[in-house]
């Protein structure tokens, strides 16, 4: 039997990831680790950021083991083709840039522990925090730089798929997507 909208759980957890992630944009771009304020934004983003890997983890693979709906069959390839890179790379960014952040922190100069949302500990990433010199300065690097390029990624591609589900249910009324995903919506 053919799916006409995703599962409950694929709904519940694609909306929470999409709040947990502009619940995100607005942290980052409010930091400032020089004032009380804003370490505590800056221990709030890393609990949330946490937060979205486990979610996104968990959202892989409930799409890994339950087939989405189908694509409308009036889509054009090249729009079939963009929907998956969009939504691959969308996943590429929703674990990649908790990972990376996660990096940033372990190699970090100064070693602050992670309390998630002040009360649960977390470890830093496994084998970077008691690296020494040049290769854990490296592995900061490499965290500050990805952690930057998923975020412009996140913008474009976030862009990407709210502006390719308006168009279908606005321009395209025999494509409605959104009603795949838009909570309490009829296929």
């Keep these: 039997m053919t799916r006409a909208r995703y599962s409950t759980v694929a709904i519940v957890l694609h909306w929470l990831i999409a709040a947990a992630i502009i619940f995100q944009v607005v942290l980052a771009w409010r930091m400032d680790g020089r004032t009380p304020q804003g370490f505590a934004l800056i221990q709030l983003h890393k609990s949330v950021g946490i937060s979205i890997l486990l979610l996104s983890l968990a959202r892989l693979a409930w799409r890994l083991t339950h087939r989405p709906p189908p694509l409308p069959a009036g889509m054009a390839n090249w729009e079939r083709w963009l929907a998956r890179v969009a939504h691959v790379g969308l996943y590429a960014i929703m674990i990649g840039m908790p990972i990376t952040g996660w990096i940033m922190v372990s190699t970090s100069r100064i070693q602050v522990p992670t309390l998630l949302f002040g009360t649960v500990p977390w470890p830093h990433f ?56 838009a909570p309490g919506a009829k296929p």
């Excluded at 390029?149 to 409605?176: C, M, N, T």
């Design 126 to 181: 496994p084998g970077l925090a008691h690296l020494v010199g040049p290769a854990k300065s490296a592995w900061n690097s490499f965290g500050h730089t990805g952690h930057e390029v998923l975020a412009w990624g996140a913008y474009v591609l976030i862009a990407l798929h709210v502006a390719g589900a308006l168009k279908h249910q606005l321009f395209s009324r025999d494509e409605p997507v959104l009603a795949h995903m």
